[in-house]
Nanobody, 123 residues
Framework: QVQLVESGGGLVQAGGSLRLSCAAS????????MGWFRQAPGKEREFVAAMTRSAGSTYYADSVKGRFAISRDNAKNTVYLQMNSLKPEDTAVYYC????????????????WGQGTQVTVSS
């Protein structure tokens, strides 16, 4: 298992940018596919982005495609989510998650989760 800690959330105006970071501790970070999910008040947790172990492939929710970019630095045990052209509907708590070996887009397929970081986009 890996332990995950997110950072980088905050308040930003619509059209602005934020970069979230997720630092992992524990063994074999490079053996985990990584994902980002978000949960807005009163809504289900939803998939945002995911990346394979080697960063060779990425997947995005349609709602963020072209605006968000997931990346990872295996030497630093860190995964990032660059968020550009933010919209008020992007307001949510953002979670990073780790899944052993294979990539997935369903939250129930991830076994390790961070505590979340709040992103608020004002109009």
């Amino acid at each position: 298992q890996v332990q995950l800690v997110e950072s980088g959330g905050g308040l930003v105006q619509a059209g602005g940018s934020l970069r979230l970071s997720c630092a992992a501790s524990g063994r074999a970070f490079s053996s985990y596919a990584m994902g980002w999910f978000r949960q807005a008040p009163g809504k289900e947790r939803e998939f945002v982005a995911a990346m394979t172990r080697s960063a060779g492939s990425t997947y995005y929710a349609d709602s963020v495609k072209g605006r968000f970019a997931i990346s990872r630095d295996n030497a630093k045990n860190t995964v990032y989510l660059q968020m550009n052209s933010l919209k008020p509907e992007d307001t949510a708590v953002y979670y990073c998650a780790a899944r052993w070996f294979t990539i997935a887009t369903m939250s129930q397929d991830y076994g390790s989760w961070g505590q979340g970081t709040q992103v608020t986009v004002s109009s």
